[in-house]
Structure formats: C-alpha cells, structure tokens
C-alpha cells in the first residue's frame, strides 16, 4: 500500500471514531507501528489530524472554538440533531453524552425549551449554559483533556445519584448483534453509569458506525430505547436494530 492510501485510511478512521490507536492502525492495515507513527507524525505536521500518547484525535474533536466547522459527516450529525430534539418536553431531566453528534444537539436546542441538563462534557455544559431557560449540571471528575469531558470514579459515583428521563449518548462503534463498543475501558465504565443513571437511553450515530465493534463492550443494543441516525428509518441498514425492538429515529 502507498503512503498516501495508508494516510488517507488513517485519515477515515480518525474522522469516524474521532480517536484511534496506533496499535489498531498498523494491524489494519498490516504494516508496523513505527511506520504508521511516522504517517500520523506527519498528518500531525500538515495539521491534518492531532497526534496523541498512542495514537491520534480528529481536529474536530479538539478544537475548543465557539463554532467549529472542522468535524467530520457535519450535515449528517445536524440532521440526527434536529431528529432527537423531537424527543424532549418542557420540564424534561436529560443527561447529554460529549462528542461530535451531542454538541450539535446541544446547539440546536430551543432558547425556549424549559431542561434540566446535566453533562460531563465542558463544550455541552458552555454551550448549554447560554441558553436562557436551562439549568446546567456538570458532573464532575478528572478531565480528559483531549475530549474535556469528566471521567473517573468521581464522574460514576455523581451518576449513580441520579435518574434522568433520557440520556442522549455517542459511541466509537455498534453492531446490531454485539451492541455498542468502545477501545478505551474507562469511557467504557462512564458510559455503562450513563445508561444506568437514564430512563430512556437514546444513541445517536451516524450511519458509518454501524455494523462495527471494537475491544469493550458498553452494553447490549437492548440497553438502547431509541437510535437515531441521518437514515430514513425504513433504510434496509436499520432492519437488523429493528429486530432488536428499538425505535428508530
């Protein structure tokens, strides 16, 4: 394989998962991990991607800017933005995930809509706290610094005090059989007290997620109330989750 086509394959995977491992690069695409460090080195230099401890994070995942363009399938994320806020009431106790997809449910939310939100994630809980009639919980812990949200036994124990009507959630990968999956075993953790801390869990993913698994097992698709993507619901993708009796979105 060509640099340019282990790049570009490097590229894909860091703007769908928003994270990777070099690890996991260099098994993929069968190479060794020096080489795939050198590719994400120089991706890192052509400010292409930003290079990490073992691995590498999407711009639009880092950058901390009160508008940024740069992230990944950014029309599709709007549309499952605009599907999920159907999903919430005047009154309503909700918890929304960090990630890509949640900020822009987070923007999209009515200046009038009446919420209780509580986050662990620092851009959700500034952007929310602009919004005149929503009162923002943040839940602490140590902070990812690369995602900037909370995390840790701090983060799950203020989760375990909770009950919210709907937690809007993201994943690294689902698949209709094995459920949602994670590489990293701490966001792992955080997410399985999300569920636990939520009535109703709602997933929201893009359509090239699906089908894909990784290390951690987060939950069951089963866990899941209701799936949103940018998908007509009818689309033959969402067969398989709906065998699973959950509403799509």
């Known amino acids: 394989m060509l640099k340019e086509e282990r790049q570009q394959t490097i590229l894909n995977e860091v703007e769908l998962h928003n994270r990777i491992l070099l690890t996991d690069i260099a098994e993929t695409l069968d190479v060794s991990i020096d080489t795939v460090r050198r590719d994400v080195k ?3 230099s052509e400010n292409k991607l930003r290079k990490v401890h073992g691995g590498a994070i999407s711009l ?4 901390n800017s009160a508008r940024n363009t740069n992230i990944y399938a950014l029309d599709q994320k709007v549309l499952i933005a605009q599907k999920a806020i159907s999903l919430l009431k005047d009154g309503a106790v909700i918890f929304v995930d960090g990630g890509t997809t949640c900020m ?3 923007r999209l939310i009515p200046d009038s809509l009446k919420l209780t939100c509580f986050t662990i994630s620092l851009p959700v809980a500034m952007e929310l ?5 929503i009162t923002v919980i943040f839940i602490g812990g140590q902070i990812a610094k690369e995602s900037q949200i909370a995390i840790g036994a701090n983060a799950i124990h203020n989760l375990s005090e ?4 709907f937690s809007f959630i993201g994943t690294g990968y ?3 059989a094995y459920g949602l999956t994670e590489f990293d075993w701490d966001i792992v953790q955080l997410k399985k007290a999300v569920i636990k801390a939520a009535k109703k869990t709602v997933l929201l993913s893009i359509s090239e997620k699906l089908n894909s698994q990784h290390r951690y097992k987060t939950c069951d698709i089963s866990a899941i109330n209701t799936m949103v993507t940018e998908l007509d619901p009818n689309d033959a993708m969402l067969q398989a989750f709906k065998n699973h009796e959950i509403r799509i979105l």
């Open 60 to 63: 639009g995942f880092t950058t």
């Open 162 to 165: 909770i009950k919210v009507d």
């Open 174 to 176: 689902v698949d209709a």
């Open 129 to 133: 706290s602009i919004k005149p009639n």
């Open 104 to 106: 822009e449910l987070t």
């Open 42 to 44: 120089e991706l890192d």
